[in-house]
């Protein structure tokens, strides 16, 4: 016999709340915000086919819908507390459930978040999850705070996940399978920057996630930077400075920048700084436990550049990850 | 040439915040609770060939997938402030995002509600729509507050989106085509009770918006209530009581039945309230302008009974609208 829909929230999603003042369970959740703060919240649908295979191990898929929008509240410095999860399954399959809410709950754990809510549905699969975090108000990162003369910075490393999906789709191959198992881990279960976010706070001018590719994103940030402020900015990148890893450091040159720049589901944070808080930087990276690297500048003058070593600027132009339009 | 993702979102759904801290366009949404508030949270999906038809006017798509989240917040008697969308569409179709954005809109104003962010992505057309409003602290109706004795009232009429739906589905015709207009109208462009929701607060004991069919939701109420009160409650529901409208009366009565008690999509709220306060709740009624009718009682014992005019149970099963039943 198979679970109905109240049964399947029963068994796989219902839990205490920790920290909700109601839960899962009523027409609403009710979350309670500390005086001083404020919510930031924000979601992000995965569609099978879209953003993941059929045959994806149901634990990454659990761990990687929630991981995906934790790097959204990463990306805002703010503290993660609650989600709502919205399912759309095309059956109910019991296997699946118990390893994604497995992969689910073992993130949401080490935040201690709440799943206050959601809703289950029959149809494609598909799911949204909503996030709620905290910030100290006014302190959150922003993409508009960057101003000409700010250090660009990126977290991590770049286009790992990039090189995994190439090589899934036979059009790349790892140079061994260390370092493909490696990139695979990057696009299976990413590691949200939620610790680095919270450092960043008082030292960030502005931030991002990068979830698109680097120069999608950190167009993102010139753009609303360039908005707030008034005026044309643009950014330098160095790329020679791109941090890689040892797996796209051993593809060739082109793939390289294909796969740091415009790699997409990187879920690093990429973020500006004044170049005398450089040394702050550092010390919320080493508080996060995540290394950063300068990357380039935010300059007066419009676009995104990516220069050589050789102070030449690169010409061919690198997509982002547009779903409308890959 | 098609638009992106952020162009689309820039033309149809990015306008300024009214009452939150940070709306669309950066990687959250920030938004304030004020003192003494809490924040309610909810959300539905809607999956096309599930909960509409693929050829359903966009306008009332838009309209209706806020209003079923608005339901939710009217079921806790919530103040709607602020909401997110999540839009899966198979492919960029202007003339159906600025329909679906009016249907959206002109709903979302007449609460001056905020549309905070989202997320957009291409794949099997389908929406999901977080809701955000704001409670009184320790006010909210939830689903357990029911205790015997109290009368069970409902607002409006019931089952007339299910006279549509089974007319749809050349299973049922309404007796003349001004009772089909007015059914489809229920089915289409549901009136979340919002007002009615907020004069209830401190007047009814328990809510829940009907959305499955009455006899699913009042169970809710019945079995949350029980595990508040920590015994086991049942309720009466007097069958000649239930609030038709003129296109559900004119039906056989074993089809009137099947669409007041089990129809789904009715967006009413049922409720109960201490029978001494029955003048509040119609002073409450008054208040919201909305209709309400007493149609039974909550009684020590478990179940929920339906009895006809001469005091006789009625002994058919109705089925409640399961998603992975149906």
Request: negative net charge; aromatic residues 6%.
């Amino acid at each position: 016999m198979s679970l109905g829909e109240f049964d399947l929230i029963d068994t796989y999603f219902r839990r205490p709340p920790r920290k909700a003042a109601l839960g899962v369970g009523d027409d609403c959740a009710l979350l309670e915000t500390p005086a001083g703060l404020q919510l930031a919240v924000s979601c992000d649908t995965l569609v099978a086919g879209r953003h993941f295979r059929a045959d994806v191990d149901p634990r990454s898929l659990g761990h990687k819908a929630l991981a995906v929008n934790l790097s959204d509240l990463a990306a805002c410095g703010a503290d993660p507390s609650a989600f709502l999860l919205a399912l759309t399954l095309p059956r109910i399959d019991e296997a699946f459930l118990a390893a994604f809410s497995e992969g689910l709950w073992t993130l949401a754990d080490r935040y201690a978040m709440d799943l206050v809510g959601g809703d289950t549905t029959s149809g494609p699969l598909a799911l949204t999850i909503t996030v709620f975090g905290h910030v100290p108000r006014g302190q959150a990162l922003l993409r508009s705070g960057a101003r000409a003369g700010d250090d660009v910075w990126v977290s991590g490393t770049l286009g790992d996940a990039r090189l995994a999906l190439e090589v899934q789709r036979s059009r790349l191959s790892a140079a061994t399978p260390a370092l493909l198992d490696a990139a695979r881990a990057r696009l299976d279960w990413p590691s949200p920057r939620v610790a680095l976010g919270q450092a960043l706070r008082g030292v960030a001018s502005a931030a991002v996630d990068v979830s698109d590719g680097l120069l999608a994103d950190l167009g993102h940030v010139v753009e609303a930077s360039s908005r707030a402020a008034g005026l044309r900015l643009g950014a330098r990148i160095d790329a020679g400075a791109l941090p890689l890893s040892e797996g796209v450091a051993a593809l060739a040159p082109t793939w390289q920048l294909d796969c740091a720049l415009a790699g997409g589901d990187d879920y690093e944070l990429c973020f500006t700084a004044p170049a005398r808080l450089a040394t702050a930087v550092e010390a919320a990276a080493g508080t996060a436990g995540v290394p950063v690297t300068r990357i380039g500048r935010i300059e007066a003058g419009g676009g995104v550049q990516v220069l050589q070593a050789d102070g030449r600027r690169i010409e061919r132009e690198f997509g982002g990850f547009d779903h409308f339009l890959s």
